[in-house]
């Protein structure tokens, strides 16, 4: 079966070579299936696993836009449409520089995961453009938008393609976006997720991935004996995550010591709280330094320049910034400073050779697909909401948010128990995900 494997794993970097994000998600995910692929062999009949690594669509396009010395500007626009078994694709706009198909595929294709393992209605799919929305004026950023959309809108819809925000695509852009789309489609629809709550957007919608994530935290920690009140915990970026991320552990009686942004990190030992969590809204906008910022503003900090804060001893990781910012090194380092827990916030943080060596040593590790669902989650009850022409108040969102989180915990470790896998709760998230769209593409025949 290993050997059967292998097989799917060299297809996909056949047709996909030189995208090393979505053959390191791919081989990540295939080797956690192997039991269940052990266990239903007609899966393999009916060739399950070559049409789920391949997306069932994929869009480039051209993205021509008039910057603000009336320039022309071009850039390339995509949107991967990968599995709608569940439902219509459900996923990000992702807008920045190193936007390539590799980081699209890698995306979408956890996405598949991920949005199954909420156990909502929603297929996975992701989408971006290599356009850099920093130092760009909010005309320029709205010129590119109604470009962008303007060929995109055409193979979206409430029932088939729901965008939503990513790195680089905030309320702003998405509300750019949405007003074009409504302006050529003349509808008013749940096209959109992540609106302003004037446009219908769902309170709570900004912080909904860094409260998903603190609360699969804390139900690791309890599974495994331990309470998330007390413990130090050291977490990366300074974003929308980040920032519901520190709020809620703020929120649970832990105590947040790093952040971290494109110039280095920030010590605090004092706590990353009260106004300084308040500070984070600030930096969300400021651009390219954040650090050296909140160094001058709070002097007890300590700003260490161009470094990661994973040498930082704490008793919870939360790497909330971007892909594959955990390498092996930084994997040794935890584990030389007594690391006995890590979850997933960014998308894919931690390379497959820290992973493996994290588990070996004993750290339990809560996978992205998992963890940061919550984001997701809300984007779907946005979609339900837009639907019925309803509002959910803050309070219903954060309930049904909290619940959908300890569900996605629950599922894990049952996948665990079923397999005989012990505590490697991402195998445990790639089952459970995995196993609910399987069946859905059984039930659709071959296509």
């Not at 266990?39 to 399950?48: F, K, Q, T, V």
């Not at 520190?246 to 942004?261: F, H, M, N, Q, Y």
């Not at 470094?307 to 910012?325: G, H, R």
Request: aromatic content about 10%; glycine content about 12%.
């Amino acid at each position: 079966m290993a050997n059967l494997v292998q097989k799917y794993i060299d297809i996909a970097k056949e047709k996909n070579a030189n995208e090393p994000e979505f053959l390191q998600t791919v081989e990540e995910v295939l080797m956690s299936i192997e039991p269940v692929l052990e266990a239903h062999p007609e899966y393999i009949e009916a060739g399950l696993i070559e049409r789920l690594i391949e997306p069932e669509r994929g869009i480039v396009f051209r993205v021509p836009w008039v910057d603000d010395n009336g320039k022309v500007q071009v850039n390339r626009g995509y949107r991967f449409e990968f599995n709608s078994a569940l439902g219509p694709y459900k996923g990000g706009l992702r807008f920045a520089p190193n936007v390539y198909p590799g980081i699209l595929k890698f995306l979408g294709f956890e996405q598949i995961f991920k949005n199954s393992l909420t156990g909502l209605p929603i297929g996975g799919g992701k989408g971006g453009s290599d356009f850099d929305p920093n130092g760009k004026s909010d005309a320029e950023v709205m010129r590119f938008c109604q470009s962008f959309i303007t060929e995109l809108y055409r193979h979206i819809g409430p029932n088939t393609d729901v965008p939503a925000g990513d790195l680089g695509v905030g309320g702003r852009e998405i509300g750019y976006m949405m007003g074009q789309y409504k302006r050529i489609t003349n509808q008013y629809d749940g096209t959109w997720t992540g609106k302003g709550t004037s446009n219908g957007g769902l309170a709570g919608r900004t912080e909904a991935t860094g409260f998903g994530i603190v609360f699969y935290a804390r139900e690791m920690l309890k599974h495994f004996g331990e309470e998330l009140k007390g413990k130090t915990v050291a977490v990366s970026g300074f974003g929308n995550v980040t920032w519901g991320t520190v709020t809620k552990l703020d929120e649970l009686g832990a105590k947040v010591i790093t952040i971290s942004g494109p110039d280095g990190y920030i010590l605090d030992e004092d706590g990353v709280t009260g106004d300084k969590i308040d500070y984070l809204l600030e930096l969300r906008s400021s651009g390219k330094n954040i650090c050296a910022p909140y160094a001058e503003k709070y002097p007890n900090a300590k700003f260490f320049a161009g470094k990661k804060p994973w040498e930082v001893k704490a008793d919870l990781y939360i790497p909330c910034a971007t892909q594959n910012e955990i390498h092996i090194e930084d994997a040794q380092t935890m584990v030389a400073n007594g690391c006995k827990f890590l979850c997933e916030g960014a998308n894919m943080p931690t390379t497959n050779e820290a992973i493996a060596y994290l588990q070996e040593n004993g750290v339990k590790v809560g996978p992205s697909k998992a963890a940061n669902a919550g984001g997701v989650a809300c984007s779907c009850l946005e979609m339900s909401q837009n639907a019925e022409h309803i509002i959910f108040s803050k309070e219903d969102v954060y309930r049904q948010l909290e619940g959908i989180m300890v569900n996605i915990f629950k599922l894990s470790v049952d996948a665990c128990e079923r397999y005989n896998l012990g505590d490697n709760l991402i195998a445990g998230a790639n089952i459970a995900g995995f196993e609910r769209v399987a069946e859905a593409m059984m039930m659709q025949g071959i296509v």
